[in-house]
């Protein structure tokens, strides 16, 4: 019943542009994960050919590189010291969407590397969460199967509640 999946860890991490520094949430996926949650950068996106590309919130783009966010593609950002390019930015965040855990506005996503994974989360612990789409009229078992899993107490199971509303 699954259709799709990725995962991502994440937490606060020091990146720069040539002359602004920020402290935005540094989000380290698997590139599936920006299609899976539906985010659609302008620009370009995450691959696995490339792992110095990256993708800024809308917020974080304008900080860096101000009010024009699409000057900010091809430029390039420091995470930690590491050079990134930036290949797409995401639009802004509709007031109405809700994100889970971080504000992608402010977040900046990055193909998951260990060196990248070493580097960024060096001294913060990250969360890490694994996603998973549900085929339409199969979320009630990939759910069930998935906290019968759970049982051990590793981990934890949750459902976004766009996914919540859609089972009224």
């Known amino acids: ?34 299609e899976l ?11 696995e050919g490339d792992p110095d590309a990256v993708v800024l919130g809308h917020r974080i783009a304008e900080s860096l590189f101000g009010p024009e966010t699409q000057d900010a593609i091809s430029q390039s950002i420091w995470v930690k010291g590491a050079r990134f390019t930036v290949a797409g930015i995401l639009p802004r965040r509709p007031k109405s969407v809700l994100d889970q855990g971080y504000d992608r506005d402010n977040a900046v996503f990055a193909v998951w590397t260990p060196e990248l994974s070493d580097l960024a989360f060096a001294t913060v612990w990250p969360t890490r969460e694994f996603w998973i789409k549900a085929r339409a009229g199969s979320f009630t078992e990939v759910k069930g199967h998935l906290d019968s899993i759970a049982e051990d107490g590793r981990f934890l199971v949750g459902a976004p509640v766009g996914e919540l509303r859609e089972l009224r």
């Open 37 to 47: 949650r539906q985010l659609s950068p302008v620009g370009g996106t995450l691959s």
């Open 1 to 34: 019943g699954i259709e799709g999946y990725g995962w991502q860890e994440w937490g606060h991490s020091t990146v720069g542009s040539q002359d602004r520094s920020q402290n935005p949430y540094l989000v380290a996926c698997d590139p599936a994960l920006l």
